[in-house]
Structures are given as C-alpha cells and as structure tokens.
C-alpha cells in the first residue's frame, strides 16, 4: 500500500535524536503522479524545496538545545522566524506528499465519506468549498481538512505561508494541498484552478481515512 | 462622499482614461450604443483601473527576464489584480451606496490585494529596462543618497538581496524613501502590501513572488536576485526619488 511505508518514515524522521533530519523518501516514484502533477515538478517540489527545508532545519538546529527536539516539539515551540519556517514547511510538504497517491482521486469510502457528508450536505459541497478555499487563498499558503476536536467535525481551514495546522491542538489534519506557486507553477501556470482539479485526481483518502481513525484511537485510549 | 470614496474617486481619476459622457437611457442616440462595452462599463463603474502597457516587448528584459515570464507576468497576474480590484470596488461602491458598512468592510482584504499587486506591478514595469539599455548604476542625487546610507552601491545591492532572499512566502524588496528623514531604507513587504502602507515612498521594488522567476529559475531565487540588477532602471528610480523628494 502506498501509506504504510510512508507513515512509518513520516512519523520517525530521525532514528535517534543525536542524528540530523532526514528528507523522508516520496511514497511513490517521481513520474507516478503525472499528468496530474508532472515528475519535473517533483523533481524541484522535493528534489529541491523539500530538501532545502530540511537542509536549513539542520544547520539551524545543530549545537542547539532544538537538536534534541521532535521535529513535531520544535515547531509548537519555536517562535515565528527561519526555525520555525523551515520545520514546519518540512512538515507540511511530507504530510502533502502522503496527502497524494497515483490511482487515487475520487470519493471517498467509508468513515471520512460518512464524516464530510454529515458535515457539508454533500461530498459535491465539500469538493466545491476547498477548491474554494485552496483557490482563493491569496498568496502562498495551505488547504486542510480537518477533524476539529472541539466541534467534532471536519472542517476545511487555510493557513499562510509556512503555516501549519499542527500548532492548534484542536485540529487534527486528515489532507493538505500546497498552494504556494511553487507547487503547480511548472504544470499549470498562473492557473490554481487547474491544479485543483489535480489534486482531486490524486487525493489520497486512504491517508485521510487513516488520518480520522487516529484521532479516534487517540480519545478511546484517553477516556 | 466618505473619505476612503473620496480618496478612492481621487486615485481612479489619476488611473483612468478619460471618460466618455453616458447618455441617458432617453436619448435619441442609435440603439445599440448600451451594446458598446466602453459606454456600458462606464454606466457601470465610474472607478475602474486598467491594466498599463509594458514600456518594452515582452522578450525585451532577456536573457535576464524571460519573454514566457514577462508575458504571463503581465497578461495573466497583473491583468488579473486589476480584474479584480474593479470588482471589489464595484462590490464596494454598491455597498457603500446602501451604506452596508459590513458590505464595504467585506471588501477590504480584495482591495489591499488587489490594489496593492496593481499598484507593485504598474511600478515594477517602470523598474525595470531592457539591458542595452540600462545605465548600470545609479548617478546623481540616488547614487549619493545609497553610498550615504550603505557605504557603496554594492553594498547596498548585497543587503537588498540578502533581505528580499529571505521574505518567507511571497513579498517584495522596496528600496523607499522615508519623507520624515529624508534618508532612504531598504524594506520588505508580505503578499502584495504596498510599501505606503509602511510609511515609505516606493522607488525601486523587485517581486518575489515565485511566479516572477520560478519558470527560469526554479527555486533559486538568490540566482534571480543577482541577476536583476542587470535590468534595474536607475533613470527611473531617479525619477521617483526626486518627485518624492519635491
């Protein structure tokens, strides 16, 4: 399955503390996404902004007491500024990447599709209220669904720049989409739209599914 | 009139074109004239922007600024902020005349978008020249006002870049002059905030936005930044200290 090598990398980026970050590998290989997204975007997306945030991340965290931190521990902790920009955008762009899969798209199935209907009507209105979202989002930033622990529904959230979902204990991230121009520049111009319509052939609502029922382990085990 | 209309109908007389007088709905004119989009535009908004011509072709600022970019850049990006900034006044000015305030306040991140990427953008074209062009470096007046400030124009150039390099998302570098000093300073800008709103006079500003360089230089925008100064207009720049400076 293209979520269980992933997640394991996603969730131990480093084997133990004393070691640097790491790039944690694509699920999949750089051409798997194309058309949708081509391997050339890839290639710059994570071959290269990817890979410079988690550069930048480990020269601003060595011989720093942040060097022994979690990467999820230095981004609620670290101030706006270079750390937290670099550390969180390693973040999000990994959690993007499982966000996507080939042969993927679609509707969901299952506890997510019950969730977004119950919460938006419709998976047709939730489609349109991201696409939306993610559209209209000016400048460079993020579109999330999210489960929101306080009104136990899945909601649909933007952040700006850098900016992550995972600073706001009440939100649990089920699926990301890049909208900095970086992301669909190469395949899609100026044209956000049309790079929405790709996203949607390639969300992985495996990784959302996935995503759902561990927040709902986390509270079994809590109450 | 409100004041922010006001300023508004102020701003929209300097941008647009003259207008046409509208006839009224009576009148004996031929039929199809509400069919002429001039006429209906402006029976519609007395306030819209368009967007400038570029001062060169759009291969012309090569090989530093590609022709696909200059094109995209200026036909897709600006024509797009100014689309949208006749919309939102349009929006607007509809409130405004219900006095909707919360219609009108609805508006306000769309104009200081909007307004903001046309005004950086009507003064970035102005920027730039194509190489052959180019004096190379600043004289006069600017020359002395940048070695005053930062020892040499290359010093100068080194912090700018160093500064506009590292804006986290999208921004702009200004190079502005603060009126109250009378000294001039380097300062970034977040997403399309125009630099007035910092209390400085824009004269020289580099976008770096990726969509400004990203199809030539990927993500290596130090490369862009090095480049540019290649094509910056100083004349122009000049020009702006100088108006600024009366």
């Keep these: 399955s293209f979520i269980r090598p992933s997640l394991i990398t996603f969730s131990i980026f480093r084997i133990c503390r004393s070691m640097s970050f790491v790039l944690p590998d694509l699920p999949y290989a750089k051409d798997a996404l194309a058309p949708h997204i081509s391997e050339e975007t890839l290639n710059f997306h994570y071959g290269a902004h990817h890979r410079t945030y988690v550069t930048n991340l480990n020269n601003l965290v060595k011989d720093t007491p942040n060097q022994d931190k979690s990467l999820e521990e230095i981004i609620r902790t670290a101030s706006p500024g270079p750390l937290f920009n670099n550390a969180a955008q390693v973040w999000n762009h990994t959690f993007y990447w499982n966000s ?31 696409s939306k979202k993610a559209t209209g989002h000016f400048a460079s930033g993020w579109a999330w669904l999210v489960l929101n622990s306080e009104t136990k529904k899945v909601e649909i959230v933007d952040t700006h720049d850098a900016g992550t979902v995972l600073t706001d204990p009440k939100y649990h991230p089920l699926l990301t989409c890049d909208v900095w121009e970086h992301a669909y520049y190469i395949d899609y111009r100026n044209a956000r739209a049309k790079y929405l319509d790709a996203w949607w052939s390639l969300v992985n609502w495996k990784f959302a599914e996935h995503n759902l029922h561990a927040v709902y382990e986390l509270k079994r085990r809590k109450s | 009139m409100s004041f922010v209309s006001k300023a508004f109908a102020r701003a929209a007389r300097a941008f647009t074109p003259a207008v046409r007088p509208i006839p009224s709905v009576a009148s004996p004119l031929a039929p199809g004239v509400f069919s002429d989009p001039m006429v209906a535009g402006f029976a519609t908004s007395m306030q819209s922007y368009t967007l400038p011509d570029l001062p060169y072709d759009y291969a012309a600022l090569e090989p530093v600024i590609s022709a696909d970019i200059m094109k995209l850049h200026h036909q897709k990006h600006h024509a797009a902020y100014v689309n949208n900034l006749n919309a939102a006044l349009e929006k607007y000015a509809a409130a405004e005349a219900k006095r909707d305030l919360q219609g009108m306040i609805q508006q306000q991140s769309a104009i200081k978008f909007n307004g903001g990427g046309h005004v950086n953008h009507s003064i970035f074209w102005t920027n730039l020249t194509p190489k052959g062009q180019a004096s190379g470096a600043p004289a006069g007046k600017l020359a002395k006002a940048i070695e005053t400030e930062w020892g040499s124009v290359d010093k100068f150039i080194s912090t700018f870049n160093t500064q506009t390099g590292a804006i986290q998302g999208s921004g702009w570098g200004w190079l502005g002059l603060n009126k109250e000093s009378g000294r001039l300073q ?18 020289l500003g580099i976008d770096v936005w990726e969509h400004a360089y990203y199809l030539q230089y990927k993500n290596a925008r130090p490369d862009y930044l090095k480049a540019i100064w290649q094509i910056v207009n100083w004349k122009n720049v000049e020009e702006r200290l100088t108006q600024a400076s009366s």
């Design chain 2, 186 to 203: 380097i300062h970034t800008m977040a997403n399309q905030d125009p630099l007035s709103t910092a209390g400085l006079v824009p004269l």
């Design chain 1, 100 to 130: 996507l899969a080939p042969n993927a798209g679609g509707e969901p199935q299952g506890a997510i599709r019950d969730k977004i209907i119950e919460n938006f009507g419709s998976f047709e209105t939730f489609k349109q209220e991201f």
